[in-house]
Structures are given as structure tokens and as C-alpha cells.
């Protein structure tokens, strides 16, 4: 997943990570007003975790560095050590945060299987512990909207709700890791708020589609709120003159959300383009994250596309993924396919 891609990269469909901040977005930065955001008088930042906050339907909110920091300090205040996370078997915390709900948290994660990166209500039933001193206690549900690993699906409101009432009714937690939650709510209609509304917890990310350089703001209660803040202190999450990293995000969430749908178009005509291919197989991508399978090892084809400018994912043995964002244009797109067909199937 991590080959270093021999530069210069000219069409980057490796994540939607790899936005540049726009004229647009670096002129509102350069322009914010800004205070200390660790006393909490930094305006800009104010004005975007209240917005946040809003959009969310929760009480308060905390702008963090990253959305790592978000599902971090999620579990800190809400898994006590020793404690039981259920998620999918893909989910990010499990595969990419470096082990920190281990290393910082000391609870351990009961993870399960399902399709593209979903579970139900019953499996979630089926995998809370029974009460006895020998098993450790499940306290959170935690779901991904999209599913990244799973090919950037968009969990049903209604499967979502259930999850949280099947957790409710056993008095877990509910967390909801919504890097790209503003991308399931352009893709079925649904309000992030809806999304949210049985989750304790909610985060989402500013630099992935939505295009800002630094960012991502955890919602929940305000009593959530005041323990995220020990926690942001104590981890060094606490900032000074963030207004200006802030504005990015604001900018992010006024310009670059509808256009979120260019980027899921943009996914259906690659995946059609890539599906194509003799040997590639490609589930229709709900979203902006494009994942092909393919007959022969990933590697070096990822390793030949990169020779012809072209970055994208390893994800498995034989699994490739494309991301589609606000710095890759339909005609990019288009090359890529092409240039995928022509390292898999020379003439
Ligand atoms: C990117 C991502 C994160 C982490 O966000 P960062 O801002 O990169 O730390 C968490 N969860 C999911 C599903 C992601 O895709």
C-alpha cells in the first residue's frame, strides 16, 4: 500500500489525500482571523466546529489535527482499557492507525466480516459478549461511512440505525468514522445529520474529498466534547493560531461538497472504462474509491503505471484501488483506464 511512486506523478488517483489546496482556499487561509485555539479564542476555528457541530446534529465539537486523532480520542473517552470495540475486519482503525487503539487506548477489537465493508444489525447482536468476568465487556459499535476497504460504500440509513439500536439496547456506544461521510451523503441524499443522529460519536475529514490541507473535526455531546479536549491537551492536539488551517476546512465545506458528485461520476466512468479490461473485474463504485481486481499480482502494475505518470493503490495481492477527487478531471480519468489497458493487455 505503500510504494513510493517514482515522481513526477501527473494523474495521482492514489487517494483523495493527495489534493492540493486551490488559489480559492489559499487566499481564504491567508485571509482568516485567528486567536489561540487552546483557550478556545481562535474565531475561525470557533465558527467551523460550530458549523460542524450543525451539520452533525450534535452539541459541541473539537477541530484535531487529523481524523486519526478523531477515532483516537473517540475511543479514549469512551473504551475503557481492556475494553471491546466491535468493527468490520477492514475498518481504519484496524488497519491503519498504526495500532493505536492498542498502543493508546488498551482495548482490544472484535472485528467482523460482510460485505463491502458492512455488518448488520444481527451480526453486531451475535458478536456482543456475554456479562461474565471471563470475557472482556463490549462497549462500542463503530462504523465507517463510506466503507473505504470496502469499496467506498454507502451503509443504508436505515442498516446504520439498526446497527445503533441493537447497540443501544445493550448500552454500547456508538461511534461513526466519517472521513468521507460528506461523500455518502452526496451519493444517496441523505443528511449528515440523519447519518449521525444514533451515534454518540462523529467525525469527519477536511483533506480527503473535501480538498483542505490540515483538518478534521469530532462531533458528539458537550460533555464528549470536554473529555476530547483533556485528551487533544494532553496528546498535543492543542493549537495556537489554527484559524488559518480552519478557514481551509470552511472553505473545504462551502465550495467543495456538491462537487463531490463530479468526483463519483468520474469513479462510474473509470470503473466502466477499467471493467473493459479482459482479466479486470471492478465493482461498481457507489462513491469515489474504484477497486480492481485483477487476473495477475498488482504490484507491478502499479509499478508500471507509475512509470507512465499514473499513481494508484496496492491494496491486496491481485487488488488495485483508484480514487477519484478534486485534482483528477475526467480526462484523467480516461487516461488512466488507458493506460491500465495497455499495460494489461499490449498489442
Ligand atoms: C483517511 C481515513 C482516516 C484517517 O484520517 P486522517 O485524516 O488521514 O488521519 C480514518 N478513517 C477512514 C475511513 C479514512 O479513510
Known amino acids: 500500500m505503500h510504494a513510493r511512486a517514482p515522481s513526477p506523478t501527473r494523474i495521482n488517483l492514489y487517494s483523495d489525500t493527495q489534493t492540493r489546496p486551490t488559489p480559492a482556499m489559499r487566499d481564504a487561509m491567508a485571509r482568516a482571523e485567528c486567536g489561540d485555539e487552546q483557550n478556545r479564542d481562535d474565531p475561525t476555528v470557533n465558527e467551523l466546529c460550530e458549523r460542524v ?37 477492514t475498518a481504519h482503525i484496524i488497519f491503519s492507525e498504526g495500532g493505536g487503539p492498542a498502543a493508546l487506548a488498551g482495548c482490544m477489537i472484535r472485528s467482523l466480516p460482510g460485505d463491502r465493508g458492512q455488518f ?11 456479562v461474565t468476568r471471563y470475557h472482556p465487556r463490549t462497549r462500542m459499535v463503530e462504523v465507517e461511512q463510506t466503507a473505504n476497504m ?28 466519517g472521513a468521507r461521510l460528506m461523500n ?8 449528515a445529520r440523519d447519518f449521525a443522529e444514533h451515534y454518540d460519536t462523529v467525525w469527519i475529514d477536511f483533506t480527503k474529498g473535501l480538498g483542505a490541507p490540515v483538518g478534521a473535526v469530532l462531533a458528539g455531546s458537550s460533555e464528549f466534547i ?3 479536549w483533556r485528551w487533544k491537551q494532553r496528546m498535543g492536539g492543542a493549537m495556537r493560531q489554527a484559524g488559518i488551517i480552519a478557514a481551509g476546512c470552511l472553505h473545504g465545506l462551502d465550495h467543495h461538497v456538491d462537487r463531490l458528485a463530479e468526483d463519483h461520476a468520474n469513479a ?17 463504485p457507489e462513491t469515489n474509491l474504484v477497486f480492481a481486481t485483477l487476473d495477475r499480482p498488482a504490484q507491478p502494475v ?17 487488488q488495485l484501488r483508484l480514487c477519484t477527487h478534486l485534482d483528477a478531471t475526467a480526462a484523467m480519468c480516461a487516461e488512466a483506464a488507458e493506460i491500465l489497458r495497455r499495460i494489461l493487455s499490449p498489442r
Open 226 to 228: 470536554a473529555e476530547a
Open 120 to 130: 448488520d444489525a444481527a451480526d453486531v447482536e451475535a458478536a456482543i459478549r456475554p
Open 150 to 177: 470496502g469499496g467506498g460504500s454507502v451503509w443504508p440509513l436505515a442498516r446504520v440505525n439498526a446497527v445503533a439500536q441493537v447497540a443501544k439496547a445493550h448500552g454500547l456506544v456508538t461511534h461513526m468514522d
Open 268 to 284: 462510474k466512468s473509470l470503473a466502466r472504462d477499467l471493467a473493459q479490461i479482459p482479466g479486470v473485474v471492478v465493482a461498481p
Open 184 to 191: 455518502a451523503v452526496v451519493a444517496s441524499g441523505v443528511a
Open 53 to 89: 457541530a450543525a451539520l452533525l446534529g450534535k452539541q459541541d465539537a473539537v477541530f484535531l489535527p487529523s481524523g486519526t486523532m478523531c477515532n483516537e480520542i473517540a475511543i479514549l473517552v469512551q473504551v475503557p482499557r481492556g475494553e471491546e470495540i466491535i468493527a468490520h475486519e
Open 302 to 318: 502499479a509499478d508500471a503505471a507509475a512509470q507512465q505518470s499514473l499513481r494508484v493503490t496496492v491494496t491486496g495481492p491481485r
